[in-house]
């Protein structure tokens, strides 16, 4: 009953903090987030709240939704106009948010508080500033939360490291049925294209950007041709479920991203399963969430607060130890805190961290050596050919049935349809003899 008890308080304390304002609360007392499922560390909201309070003197009530795909997202924004006052996208739904004017600037001055944000590393303000346009640069309009690579997760006792060298392990026969696939189109697309043309890039006849956004027709040919070879060897597309999957030991490889991946590996550590995580040598994605505040928004003074108190380096930690994806911000407390003396192998964080990030004992999977960032890219937003795209992940996807799955779905069908004809027959047989036994009264 304690328990029962508890729980109940619980869920009444949230949705205090997160349920629907009162419509005839003020919208300058209320702030409207809405962000992706499990990316945000515990009490986090709430420290904000006082942290809000101590700068501006006003109390803010939080209004907190998720979503788990950013499509969803951007169409409550751009058909549904919500009014949602800060949201955290990826980066190719911001470059379409950009291109379809539908952000606004983010505020950087605060009455009591330095301007965090200016705590982001240089490297990832210039790889996001790939996707500004000419009039609109697109850090005026975007601040990175999180970034991170997609790669291979896998099972040491069954896979070794060499094995997840190449992107040749996912179309490899011996690994079939042991293979879960991230439910992505664009990761999916990506890593065909460097497969497919692995040899020019060995060549240095492609390279890895090239690749990743090209969506030529001869393009989507090769891309729906060896998704359509690698099919046969997965066992399942998925959105979240991959990384427990991972930890169970139930499966040996997963094509998931470097935030989940790491998640995986120190849960696995605690049940004694060891996991490892490589990006292939032929390259892979690099991807970036980040806040933004749309169009429709109604409270731009505290959602440009509440991004600014993100990127402060403590609450940057804890989001990060929270969730296991790496935060935006470079600063060396961050550094400190993440070095590993444990870890056998050093990376290359230079990139990131400058001069003091050289030479550094860090865990790869959340801060990969500049050898491995030099062969990854970000995959730009697909524009008018994400249509096309996606007729092909569903072409690709939609086609799971073999022989034996369709002569059963066929067998339940005749079945039931049997044991509705012959149910109905029973209907009518008993009704008929109740008729005939009140003819005989």
Known sequence: MKKLNLIVALLIACMAMTGCYNENESRQNVLKIYNWGDYIGEGVLEDFQEYYKEQTGEDIHIVYQTFDINEVML????????????????????ERMLHKDLLLPIDTVFAHSPNYMNGVAP???????????????????????MWGTAGLLYN???????DMSTWDCLWNK??????????????????????AYRKDLEDGKKTVKQLMNDYSPAAMDTVEKYLKLLKPNVAGWEADFGKEMMTKGK???NMTWSGDAQWAIDEAES???ELAYEVPREGSNIWYDGWVIPKYARNVKAASYFINFLCRPDVALRNMEEIGYVSSIASPEIMEARIDTTLEDYVDASYFFGEIGRHVKLHNTQYPDISVVNRCSMIRDFGDKTVEVLEIWQRVKGDNLNSGIVLLIFVVVFALCVWRIHSRWQKYKRQRMQRRKRRRK
């Not at 169409?75 to 911001?94: L, Q």
């Not at 697109?138 to 990175?144: I, L, M, P, W």
Request: proline share 4%; net charge positive.
């Open 251 to 253: 499966a040996w490889i």
């Open 174 to 195: 011996r690994f079939a049925g042991r293979i879960l696939m991230k439910d992505s189109y664009r990761d999916a697309y990506g890593t065909a294209l460097l497969y």
């Open 271 to 273: 049940v004694g399963v």
């Open 156 to 162: 040491t006792k069954y896979v070794s490291a060499a």
């Open 123 to 145: 490297y990832i303000r210039e790889q996001i500033a790939q996707i500004s346009t000419p009039d609109k640069p697109v850090n005026r309009y975007a601040v990175c939360y």
């Open 75 to 94: 169409t409550k924004i751009e058909k549904g106009h919500e009014d949602f006052d800060v949201v955290c996208p990826s980066e190719y739904i911001i």
